[in-house]
């Protein structure tokens, strides 16, 4: 039975009290209205029908109604009772005969007399209504509900009292509250003062698994879990005796040795008869809740992959880490963890054994930190580690050394061996900032810093590092606006045919007029513009605007000028921009033969279907691809050979590096050789001196483009440029792509 229907109960049982009592004091007022002459005659119900007593027969008629009461009733003179009815003898369990000339007092325990005595007292002042307890010939305590009314005769005071039994009702109530304690499904125990169970209820031994025999006589210790320590008992004890109640969540143990929550409620009750007091305490099962929230906890809060915390609980645990060092007075440090080379392994391998490494690469980062510090994995490749309680600033370095060390070792996975390396970013509180905010954007611009140099090592915040950081922000601001603005141009550089020294295409290089800064180099902005997206806008306007060169120079020149235009990976991933690419060549009116693209080796190592996808799109437009940068990345020959690919571009670090009997040379004739097995052709970019153009000639490299022949132009100079190579070529004269002008030579 739960808390409701108990309370129900007891509103109906009072209920029935009130009626009983709204009874009483009707027919109180009726009698004292007969006695003034107010009534002439009163109807009460016979036991073989309704009676009319009328005035005449006044005194019979008090005496039949008085019988007739389911009440005691007397009539009290100086505290003798000089009248009362047999009801009342019986609940006195004495003859009537021997009721009546009776003190009342002789019906009063001894310790009650008083208080009973002033309620006679406050009777004779009009009328009361007070519970009070009589007892019986026996000494049987009585509980009453005891009403007083005055009585004016002319020569005498006297006391009209009538009382109704309450202990039928008490005995009922306890009836109910004793099956209320049986059958409830809350667990019930009863202590007394010292904390020894006195009585437990069947829910209890549902819940605990101990029969009332093994409970009374112990103490509710016998379901201790040790779960929870002395302070937490002393607390809930000091509020038991403080407020008289405790209520909370509580870990216990039942009797097979399963540790159960529990939601439990203590309360005091004081025991009037023996002044003493007793405690009650309900508590149900509340496991499985606390299991389900346990879960969702976990769920907020804990990285599925690798069990570490997840961003939330990190950021809670920065902030604690934080407060705690500005009250210790010591340091606190962030230390931001990238793999390196992590993309590559997830890309090559897929993604099982990305998340192999991830699980692997967590385990060992939290193997070299104290248990006291927290390993977090923020997401992907994402880690961080929290470094508290830190009064020897050669600490924080020792850890960063270990990890970059430890990180980097081979993984042996369960199909695959990889290698990736961590690139850290240390910022410390309170050195380098003192809120989470910044105290993570330092971490960042550090960790940014350790993969510029090199990666696998890494670096403190600093302030040209925030400087650095300052710088970038503005130029995402400004790139936002340059392509509205027409800051951009393109520059064009030629391609020249190694064997006859011809022009043979250009490749478009863009260029930023920046209108403070002047020239931004593109390796400065496009790897922002990538970062934040905004290499889709630019590169679609490069595109276009190169189109629109090579249109007007095959017009003019009457042969296709083919123009390479460098395309970010950013602009291939995405799906929506399949189709893109023919759609500005229909615009442009041109054919894709006037185009060349130049991509890096990277995006094919993605391997993704929007790649490929591309990449068949070009082949439909009549767009040739180039391999830009070719050797600075870790795809081989034979993998590039799986796709539609038309040029190699030789990487200038290794044409720069270009010598006779150089392992550079080797190589580059190495790689010239298998691209013209696989069908490709292959450009060597950065030619500067004539030896490394007479070595890559010698190599049978097909072009070279590099300041030997020209630096990058701008448009004008380069169709002055192309003018002056055409010479005495009349316009409109028709040219094969070979046949193009010698004019470097
Ligand atoms: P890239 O595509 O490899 O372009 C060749 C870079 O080498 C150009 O640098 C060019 O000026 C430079 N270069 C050419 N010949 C020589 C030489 O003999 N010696 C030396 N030291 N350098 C030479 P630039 O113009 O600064 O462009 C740098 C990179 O920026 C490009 O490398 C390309 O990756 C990127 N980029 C340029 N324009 C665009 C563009 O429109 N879109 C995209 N996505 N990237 C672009
Ligand atoms: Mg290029
Ligand atoms: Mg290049």
């Keep these: 039975?739960?808390?409701?229907?108990?309370?129900?109960?007891?509103?109906?049982?009072?209920?029935?009290v009130s009626t009983l009592q709204a009874q009483v004091t009707e027919l109180q007022d009726t009698l004292r209205a007969i006695s003034a002459g107010e009534i002439d005659a009163v109807l009460l119900p016979g036991a073989d029908g309704t009676e009319i007593f009328t005035r005449q027969g006044t005194e019979q008629a008090y005496r039949a109604m008085v019988e007739a009461m389911n009440e005691g009733a007397a009539i009290l003179i100086d505290g003798e009772i000089v009248y009362c009815n047999s009801y009342l003898a019986q609940m006195l369990d004495t003859p009537l005969e021997q009721v009546i000339g009776q003190s009342l007092f002789r019906f009063v325990p001894p310790e009650k007399r008083t208080s009973i005595a002033a309620m006679l007292a406050d009777g004779l002042k009009g009328s009361s209504r007070n519970e009070v307890i009589f007892c019986d010939a026996h000494g049987t305590p009585l509980p009453l509900q005891m009403s007083l009314n005055m009585l004016d005769s002319q020569d005498q005071q006297g006391l009209c009292m009538v009382v109704t039994d309450l202990s039928e009702r008490v005995l009922k109530q306890l009836q109910l509250a004793a099956s209320v304690y049986q059958s409830s499904s809350e667990a019930m125990v009863v202590t007394d003062e010292s904390n020894t169970i006195l009585s437990v209820n069947p829910a209890f031994t549902t819940i605990t698994g101990y029969s009332a025999e093994e409970a009374i006589g112990q103490t509710p210790n016998m379901l201790s879990s040790g779960r929870h320590d002395k302070s937490f008992f002393l607390a809930m004890w000091q509020a038991i005796e403080a407020t008289g109640h405790w209520a909370g969540e509580i870990w216990n143990r039942k009797k097979n040795g399963d540790i159960f929550a529990e939601w439990l409620n203590i309360n005091v009750i004081q025991d009037k008869a023996s002044s003493s007091h007793r405690h009650v305490a309900l508590f149900s099962e509340i496991t499985d809740k606390k299991k389900s929230e346990e879960v969702i906890?976990?769920?907020?809060?804990?990285?599925?992959?690798?069990?570490?915390?997840?961003?939330?609980?990190?950021?809670d645990r920065l902030e604690q880490g934080i407060k705690r060092a500005s009250r210790a007075k010591d340091s606190m440090a962030l230390l931001l963890i990238d793999l390196d080379g992590f993309k590559e392994v997830n890309d090559t391998y897929g993604h099982l054994v990305g998340d192999e490494l991830l699980i692997e690469a967590a385990k060992r980062i939290k193997s070299c930190v104290r248990e006291t510090d927290t390993v977090a994995r923020l997401g992907g490749d994402e880690f961080t580690v929290i470094l508290t309680e830190i009064t020897d600033a050669s600490h924080i370095e020792r850890v960063a050394r270990v990890l970059v060390e430890v990180l980097s070792r081979p993984y042996q996975l369960s199909k695959e061996r990889a290698n990736?390396?961590?690139?850290?970013?240390?910022?410390?509180?309170?050195?380098?900032?003192?809120?989470?905010?910044?105290?993570?954007?330092?971490?960042?611009?550090?960790?940014y810093k350790s993969k510029d140099d090199g990666k696998n090592c890494f670096s403190h915040f600093s302030k040209s590092l925030e400087e650095k950081s300052i710088k970038r922000t503005h130029l995402i601001r400004d790139l936002h606006d340059a392509v509205a603005?027409?800051?951009?141009?393109?520059?064009?550089?030629?391609?020249?045919?190694?064997?006859?020294?011809?022009?043979?295409?250009?490749?478009?290089?863009l260029r930023w007029h920046h209108p403070e800064r002047g020239m931004v180099s593109p390796m400065e902005f496009i790897p922002v513009a990538e970062e934040t997206g905004l290499i889709i806008e630019i590169g679609d306007w490069v595109f276009r605007e190169a189109l629109d060169f090579s249109r007007r120079w095959r017009e003019r020149a009457g042969y296709p000028v083919k123009i390479s235009v460098n395309v970010s990976p950013v602009q291939l991933m995405l799906k929506e921009r399949s189709g893109l690419w023919a759609e500005h060549l229909q615009q442009a009116g041109i054919t894709g033969d006037g185009v060349i693209v130049e991509i890096t080796e990277g995006v094919l190592l993605k391997d993704r279907p929007t790649v490929s996808k591309a990449l068949l799109d070009f082949r439909d437009a009549g767009i040739e691809v180039a391999i830009d940068d070719f050797g600075t990345g870790y795809s081989s020959l034979a993998y590039l050979s799986r796709f539609d690919i038309d040029y190699l571009k030789i990487d200038q670090s290794f044409t720069s590096?270009?010598?006779?009997a150089s392992t550079d040379l080797v190589m580059s004739n190495a790689i010239i050789v298998m691209a013209h097995a696989l069908g490709m052709k292959v450009i060597a970019?950065?030619?500067?001196?004539?030896?490394?153009?007479?070595?890559?000639?010698?190599?049978?490299?097909?072009y070279g483009q590099g300041y030997l022949f020209s630096r990058p132009l701008p448009a004008e100079q380069f169709e002055a440029l192309m003018a002056e190579a055409l010479g005495a070529i009349p316009v409109g004269t028709h040219l094969m792509d070979d046949e193009l002008v010698s004019v470097l030579s």
């Design 657 to 660: 590096k270009l010598a006779p």
């Design 485 to 509: 603005r027409q800051e951009f141009e393109l520059y064009f550089q030629p391609i020249i045919d190694l064997k006859t020294g011809h022009l043979f295409k250009a490749e478009a290089l």
């Design 1 to 16: 039975m739960d808390c409701k229907q108990s309370d129900l109960i007891i509103a109906q049982l009072q209920d029935e």
């Design 420 to 447: 990736v390396s961590a690139s850290i970013g240390i910022s410390v509180c309170p050195g380098d900032a003192i809120d989470s905010v910044t105290l993570f954007k330092n971490a960042d611009q550090a960790m």
């Design 297 to 315: 906890w976990k769920h907020a809060n804990f990285d599925t992959l690798t069990q570490l915390p997840n961003r939330r609980l990190f950021s």
């Design 685 to 702: 970019e950065g030619i500067e001196t004539e030896e490394q153009r007479d070595l890559l000639i010698a190599a049978g490299c097909d």
